[in-house]
């Protein structure tokens, strides 16, 4: 069970003093500072703290939940307080997801040098294990977990304990027998290899393994043809099958000899069936894979509502840290709220609120990309203009590309590394013919309620995980992305400097369109308008001026002219925003706008919930760049497409999903032992009004484990090109709305079909790994031959007893069709 990890703890100087333990101060404000002893513990994969070195200790945070270690220099917290602590002391640990930073300082720069070189060693190990580094660590971590007495031993009375702790209640003559037959030193304990043994036994896969003997011919080995077969039959890898066989054989099997002879063994088709490569998202929509060469409006754009917020719209912090978490998710348009500050510089805070104040220059100084809302008097707007000049440099886009006319907005590739400004800009530069008191009427946000948009059904039972999310605070998300298409726009409001606003709440006056020269001169392709009616935009509007809609506008737009709506957004960009009600931060579902082919649809990224996963998992394709295509009737000024009243032809689709098994799924409270879910899992599509349905399985009792379902749901959808699929796992509760576990949430466009793995998420967006769900997704046209076929299928699938069935297009196994299930219990429908 050794591991790299286990090794450089008993080697490396910093991992040695971290293990005996230290005594440094935890910042959480200004005012909030404590000392804490904090300890490296044995296992190297977890940090204990207590109140002193002879306190009671407990958890404070896994190795794999840390992104990076930042200095001292680099902490906006830590900075405020340089006065009490040299910066050199201090220190940040970042973690993935909503989860807040870490601020610690040490009692000297040596003890503070030891953590960060420590820490981010370990960060880096975890992140460069291979499958089977990650699988001997795994192991080995429930070992130590299992190992109640610290002796390196492990009775059998243990291991029932650990079982619970594996979220698994088995029956303990069944449990034992498993004890055993890996005790082979008839110790009564298990110790190292025997241990390896035990779980191996634990994790043993019978639908894989019966899935293998499906296609080997002697039950031991897939030769290079049955593989080859078994890919492009199963897996619909076509023409790609014979070369991707050899592929995945010399990196999936771990026999060196079965290398050399090109065969497949059940370990190695396991380990592809649990890679990258089996995983659900196809990989080759990982990169940037979609032509980045069209005008800006043929993209939908990864946007956020008021990024400096780190919680609610009211007393929520403001943070320099909201910028960063944002970008580094693929975000490529942020908002800053600019307001006149003392001292002559403009502060960034939500106005006529009490969320708290950061300055403009630090924003700058933090990122070098940013969006930007003004509410400044002319003098400070100088001040923004010169702060953006002298800050971003040539980053800045200030002319038109290679001076071409503006006839048409430029693509991301040519806007690679610049950033835009989307603001207004002065009548004497460009007239609008729009009254300004009638501007701000148009301006003004509608909203006399927040509508549960196009998908009541859904919202009625998602959008309770954003509230409760709200109400327990919970924390921030980080998700790295390439460095690809660097474009943000924001946009910039002017005030006159008689309407700059006090200490009110908030405030009726009325404000004019103004704006400096310098200031207006920064807006080149990204112009600010009013919305009057989509007939005034046609004929008096260009291709670079940009409108902006809140939820409730947009979605009575798209009720009411939704063809209108699309043929808009084919024309010119336009921008989405969430409803003033939503004080909370909560946010509304995204799709229902990108159906109209809106670019810049802009969450609250500080709150988790289906909305946000809907959003992540939209955007991770195309190399997380922030940009994806819309698809060609989106983009079409002449479109006869509408959302909500499809008229053919579209190209529908059957898709026929089947949730086999689960692995390792994670427990909803940790807190007790004996606390096993009962799991189910949600199949969700969202796309057009028509598409968006839901379906899911009974639920398994008393196993997380490796619980078993071999359910098959069917979905019709008429338009997949703006499908997504989520996929939710929750516990089922009688007495409650079941609890969520993890999900996973993918684009039509990016899923594989065959038998894949979907590596779950937290409600964060980070990794719960090595939990995941095993599924056979089958993707086929709409024939009215198959129709039939279909419904007589899934009507002996709901009636059948828990088996496994291949669903094939065309069946041409029906001898190795059915697999034989885990013994499990499944409870009634939940």
Excluded at 492 to 511: H, K, V, Y
Excluded at 750 to 773: E, F, M, N, W
């Amino acid at each position: 069970m050794a591991s790299q990890i286990q090794d450089r703890l008993t080697t490396d100087q910093d991992l040695l003093l971290m293990q005996e333990g230290t005594m440094m101060r935890k910042v959480r404000t200004k005012t909030w500072k404590k000392p804490r002893y904090f300890k490296l513990q044995s296992d190297g994969m977890t940090v204990w703290h207590a109140r002193q070195a002879e306190g009671i200790a407990k958890p404070t945070f896994s190795i794999s939940d840390v992104e990076t270690i930042r200095k001292g220099h680099d902490s906006e917290l830590l900075r405020c307080l340089t006065e009490e602590f040299p910066l050199e002391q201090g220190f940040t640990i970042v973690f993935h997801g909503r989860r807040p930073n870490l601020d610690l300082v040490a009692n000297s720069v040596e003890e503070a040098q030891i953590w960060m070189r420590g820490l981010q060693l370990l960060v880096d190990l975890v992140t460069s294990l291979n499958y089977q580094e990650q699988l001997d660590q795994w192991v080995s971590e429930w070992f130590h977990r299992g190992d109640r007495n610290q002796d390196g031993r492990m009775s059998f009375e243990e291991a029932q304990r650990l079982l619970h702790l594996m979220n698994v209640e088995m029956d303990q003559e069944y449990a034992l027998n498993l004890f055993q037959e890996a005790n082979v030193s008839q110790s009564d304990t298990l110790e190292g290899e025997e241990f390896v043994q035990f779980y191996k036994a634990l994790t043993k896969r019978t639908e894989v393994e019966q899935l293998f003997e499906n296609f080997s011919s002697d039950g031991q080995k897939l030769t290079l043809l049955e593989f080859v077969d078994f890919l492009r039959e199963e897996q619909k890898e076509k023409d790609h099958a014979p070369d991707l066989a050899l592929e995945f054989i010399d990196l999936y099997e771990p026999s060196e000899s079965g290398r050399l002879l090109h065969v497949m063994s059940k370990d190695g088709f396991l380990r592809y069936l649990c890679s990258k490569d089996g995983n659900i998202f196809n990989p080759d929509c990982l990169p940037v894979y979609q032509d980045m060469t069209y005008p800006l409006n043929h993209y939908y754009i990864n946007s956020s509502h008021n990024t400096y917020l780190l919680r609610d719209q009211l007393c929520g912090q403001s943070s320099v840290e909201g910028y960063i978490r944002a970008l580094k998710r693929g975000c490529r348009c942020v908002e800053v709220d600019v307001w006149d500050g003392p001292g002559g510089e403009p502060i960034v805070y939500h106005g006529h609120t009490l969320t708290s104040r950061i300055l403009f220059k630090d924003v700058m100084a933090t990122i070098a990309q940013y969006a930007f809302q003004n509410h400044c008097s002319w003098e400070q707007q100088q001040t923004l203009a010169q702060h953006l000049t002298d800050i971003l440099g040539e980053q800045l886009l200030n002319t038109t590309i290679d001076e071409l006319l503006m006839d048409k907005l430029p693509s991301p590739e040519q806007l690679q590394r610049k950033i835009l400004v989307k603001g207004k800009k002065l009548r004497a530069i460009e007239d609008i013919e729009v009254d300004e008191e009638e501007e701000e009427e148009l301006e003004k946000d509608e909203d006399s309620d927040v509508d549960p948009g196009t998908y009541p059904e859904l919202d009625t039972q998602l959008q309770p995980e954003s509230q409760e999310l709200v109400s327990g605070n919970k924390d921030d998300e980080v998700v790295a992305c390439p460095m690809s298409c660097l474009l943000i726009c924001g946009h910039i409001l002017a005030q006159d400097p008689s309407t700059i606003p006090g200490s009110s709440f908030l405030s009726n006056q009325d404000s004019r369109t103004i704006s400096c020269p310098d200031l207006s001169a920064l807006v080149v392709y990204l112009r600010t308008v009013p919305f009057c009616s989509f007939i005034h935009s046609k004929e008096n509007y260009h291709i670079y001026d940009v409108s902006s809609f809140s939820e409730t506008k947009a979605r009575n737009l798209i009720r009411e002219e939704g063809n209108e709506f699309v043929q808009h957004n084919a024309r010119q960009l336009c921008r989405v925003y969430p409803s003033g009600l939503r004080t909370d931060s909560s946010n509304f579902h995204p799709q229902e706008f990108w159906n109209a082919g809106c670019h810049m649809v802009a969450m609250n990224m500080q709150t988790a919930g289906s909305a946000m996963d809907i959003c992540d998992g939209f955007f991770r394709q195309n190399g997380g760049s922030g940009y994806v295509l819309k698809p060609e009737f989106l983009c079409d000024i002449q479109s006869s497409f509408n959302p909500e009243r499809l008229i053919s032809p579209y190209k529908a689709k059957i898709l026929l999903v089947q949730v086999i098994s689960g692995q390792q799924l994670p427990k909803v409270d940790n807190i007790k032992e004996s606390s096993i879910v009962d799991p189910l899992v949600k199949v969700e599509l969202f796309g057009v009004p028509e598409d968006t349905r839901q379906q899911e399985t009974n639920y398994v009792e008393n196993n997380g484990f490796n619980p078993y379902w071999g359910q098959t749901f069917c979905f019709r959808v008429q338009v997949p090109e703006l499908a997504i699929l989520r996929f939710v796992v929750k516990d089922y509760s009688w007495t409650s709305r079941n609890n969520f576990i993890g999900q996973y949430t993918l684009p039509w466009t990016c899923v594989k079909q065959g038998y894949r793995h979907i590596s779950l998420l937290s409600r964060d967006g980070t990794s719960l790994h090595p939990a995941s769900i095993f599924v056979y997704i089958c993707m086929r046209e709409d024939l009215e031959k198959h129709r039939e076929e279909l419904e007589a299928e899934k009507s002996t699938e709901a009636l059948s007893p828990p088996t496994y069935k291949s669903l094939k297009i065309q069946s041409q196994r029906k001898d190795q069709s059915r697999i034989k299930a885990p013994r499990q219990r499944l409870g009634k429908d939940a």
